[in-house]
């Protein structure tokens, strides 16, 4: 899926940073977190 959204500069810059795949990490955090906060059907 695409998505726009908002984010601080410093945050995509600091993922950025991090190279290739920096969109797959962030997608990687929230995936955690989402989980973490029992945000996703079935988990």
């Not at 920096?22 to 989402?34: F, S």
């Amino acid at each position: 899926m695409t998505l726009n959204m908002r984010c601080d500069r410093d945050v995509v810059e600091a993922f950025k940073a991090t190279g290739d795949g920096w969109q797959t990490r962030i997608n990687d955090v929230l995936r955690a977190y989402a989980g973490s906060h029992r945000m996703l059907p079935g988990r």
